[in-house]
């Protein structure tokens, strides 16, 4: 995959939704909805194909709209997937939610061991377990601790992007 601006905005603009996840625990609207409208109008103005990113953006929200309405996934989250959909286009939408997939625990988990909440997240579990055993769990219940999703997709955005780029120098 060549380096493009709008990949160049994208991923800039993943970067930021993973650095306010991680200090505000969202993804603003306006970081989404810009990223959405910029992908949208530059493949209608630049790209051979002007439906390209609406057709991204259209396939991530029938996809990940769905996973929000089963809360499987954040609002924010599902918005950041039609981003990436409006400025990479369906295929690379779907291979970053493909490694999304593959990477969520491990990468949220590193991302509760780097802010200091993975024991929360321990504590949590064990209380629970304890109570649908029905023995009295031991104190409170913990404060619930919550994986974070922005900085997954960023590394599922560089993987997927970067997938081609290894493809090449692995099988020329």
């Not at 603003?28 to 051979?48: D, R």
């Not at 029905?134 to 974070?148: F, K, N, R």
């Not at 590394?155 to 099988?171: C, I, M």
Request: with cysteine; glycine share 10%.
């Amino acid at each position: 995959m060549d380096l493009t601006p709008n990949l160049i905005v994208l991923w800039l603009g993943v970067l930021v939704g993973a650095i306010t996840d991680v200090q505000q625990g969202l993804i603003k609207n306006w970081l989404t909805f810009s990223l959405m409208a910029f992908g949208i109008v530059y493949h209608a103005l630049v790209g051979p194909d002007r439906w390209f990113g609406l057709t991204g953006c259209a396939t991530a929200f029938a996809l990940h709209f769905v996973l929000y309405l089963l809360t499987i996934q954040k609002a924010g989250d599902a918005k950041l997937f039609m981003a990436i959909g409006a400025c990479a286009g369906t295929r690379e939408m779907l291979e970053t939610s493909v490694w999304f997939a593959i990477l969520y625990l491990p990468v949220g988990l590193l991302t509760l061991a780097v802010r200091g909440r993975l024991s929360n997240l321990i504590a949590t579990i064990r209380w629970s377990i304890q109570s649908a055993m029905g023995h009295p769990a031991a104190g409170e219940q913990p404060e619930p601790t919550m994986m974070i999703a922005g900085p997954t997709i960023l590394v599922a955005t560089l993987l997927a992007g970067s997938t081609d780029a290894v493809k090449g120098l692995l099988f020329g």
